[in-house]
């Protein structure tokens, strides 16, 4: 790919969202990891090269959209370029006029970012990294494109925007926060020509039919199907962002590019996957079932993989209909743990509620910790292994809320299940919690829900690799990098749990 003047516009991001990842899992658990863990196991294992001869083979699809849209809007191809962190030195020249970064947690205030660190100390690598990408992008600027803007954007995007010394730190010029498909032409052009912007820049979305068809793979096959949430809840950065439906032509092109070249296992993504094609908040789920039956017709695909899903949307599906998404999804993969992220929270609805949750509750708000357990219980009987997610030290919740949350998690004793507690990161950018934060009480919790993730994902995660053809070898040593973490955990939560109030 060498072009010695260098690109025009070079697109990039950390190595934590440009690696060649088989899985969703896979970014995830990478993602997870602190800085405690050696960075030859986490930057040479878990992330593997995504491949390319310079330009990326995969890229985040928020990078991937913009890209899209830059092209759509008459940037030429050889003027724009997706490129990772090991050809940055070969896309950065005397033409290069934007150096755009894309981050989903830069300064590590997200919430998986203050769970994993309050128990295993360290830095989150994905903020570790994206400081390292920022070192060499400043480097290579300086050297080679001393005229270049520095511009930061993607999902992390929040927490630098009013980071006035962050950004001079790290040599970024401008944050672009939020979608931006609508405008970020517009504001590529103007930097282009030399005229003046702010530091900080509001990202313009558009409408469904407009979102632009990706151009080249994405990370982990991630195809968006749905964007935002819009349910309200306090602790969330898109609970006030209306949820969108994608147009089924788009979601195909963006599967059908994926397979094309080479990323055979694809990741459905939105914040409520049930809620696909929804009119509000009540579900469509024949046009979600029609949806999939399509998607599973293109040739080469071998596992469609989801993430997030919501209660009240699971409630709404018939026990067949949860079979049959069930069924589209694992297609003839041999599949037999089709994990689904659903957000419990907490099971007290007073503090959810209290919490701006009130929508995401609906109708069984009158017995969210029950409702709960029962929607949890269907899903796994439709053959579904469901991660619920818990969220601790959200504001106004007191002992009695912890208390009757750990109440429910023991309920759950002997489900096929998971349960993943997170601490609260406040969306203003305000320091999270730590260590100290948590009681004795919050560890018990934490340490009962790992009772469950302890015996179930290494089995899980074991035949989420075998259906997605991941070799034998490969597997053994993930088994046996999880069970030596299993240790390390199980000792940081006695070592925590001493220490805590």
Not at 24 to 51: E, I, N
Not at 238 to 252: K, N, S
Request: contains cysteine.
């Amino acid at each position: 790919m060498r072009k010695t003047s260098g690109f025009h516009v070079v697109l990039t991001a950390d190595r934590t969202l440009m690696a060649g990842y088989r899985l969703l899992f896979d970014g995830m658990v990478a993602a997870s990891q602190t800085t405690t863990a050696p960075v030859s196991l986490v930057g040479g294992f878990l992330m593997p090269a995504g491949g390319g001869s310079g330009r990326a083979r995969v890229a985040p699809l928020g990078l991937r959209r913009i890209e899209a849209a830059l092209l759509d809007a008459g940037f030429g191809v050889d003027d724009v370029a997706v490129v990772d962190g090991d050809h940055l030195a070969d896309a950065i020249g005397p033409a290069t006029r934007i150096a755009a970064v894309s981050s989903g947690e830069p300064l590590g205030l997200g919430m998986n970012t203050s769970t994993m660190t309050a128990v295993a100390g360290g830095s989150i690598y994905p903020a570790a990294m994206f400081r390292s990408l920022m070192r060499q992008v400043r480097r290579l600027v300086a050297a080679n494109a001393p005229g270049a803007k520095v511009v930061m954007g993607g999902p992390g995007a929040w927490q630098l925007a009013g980071r006035v010394a962050e950004r001079r730190e790290l040599g970024i010029d401008h944050v672009v926060t939020g979608y931006a498909e609508g405008n970020v032409a517009e504001i590529f052009r103007a930097i282009l020509r030399g005229d003046a912007q702010e530091a900080v820049i509001a990202g313009e979305g558009v409408p469904p039919a407009r979102i632009p068809r990706i151009r080249g793979a994405s990370t982990m096959g991630v195809v968006e199907i749905s964007r935002g949430c819009g349910l309200g809840c306090g602790f969330c950065t898109i609970g006030r962002v209306p949820m969108i439906h994608l147009p089924d032509e788009t979601i195909l092109a963006d599967a059908r590019t994926n397979v094309a070249a080479g990323v055979d296992s694809i990741a459905m993504l939105s914040e409520d996957f049930f809620r696909y094609g929804a009119a509000g908040l009540k579900v469509n789920p024949q046009a979600l079932i029609a949806l999939l039956r399509r998607v599973r017709g293109i040739d080469g695909l071998r596992l469609i993989q989801i993430d997030h899903a919501n209660i009240l949307s699971v409630s709404q599906f018939g026990d067949d209909e949860l079979r049959s998404v069930r069924e589209l999804l694992a297609g003839p993969s041999g599949l037999r743990f089709l994990w689904v992220n659903v957000g419990i929270e907490t099971a007290s609805g007073r503090l959810l509620g209290a919490n701006g949750g009130g929508a995401k509750m609906g109708r069984l708000a009158d017995d969210w910790p029950a409702a709960c357990a029962a929607e949890l219980r269907r899903l796994c009987r439709a053959g579904f292994f469901p991660l619920a997610s818990l969220v601790l030290g959200v504001p106004g919740e007191t002992p009695e809320d912890v208390r009757a949350t750990l109440a429910w998690v023991e309920s759950l004793r002997g489900e096929r299940l998971a349960i993943f507690p997170m601490l609260n990161a406040p969306i203003d950018g305000t320091p999270p919690p730590g260590p100290r934060d948590l009681t004795a009480l919050h560890w018990r919790l934490i340490r009962a829900c790992y009772r469950f993730n302890f015996a179930w994902v290494p089995r899980m995660y074991w035949d989420n690799q075998s259906a997605a053809g991941v070799g034998l070898l490969r597997r053994a040593l993930t088994q046996v990098m999880g069970q030596g973490q299993m240790l390390e955990w199980k000792t940081l939560f006695a070592l925590r749990s001493m220490g805590a109030r």
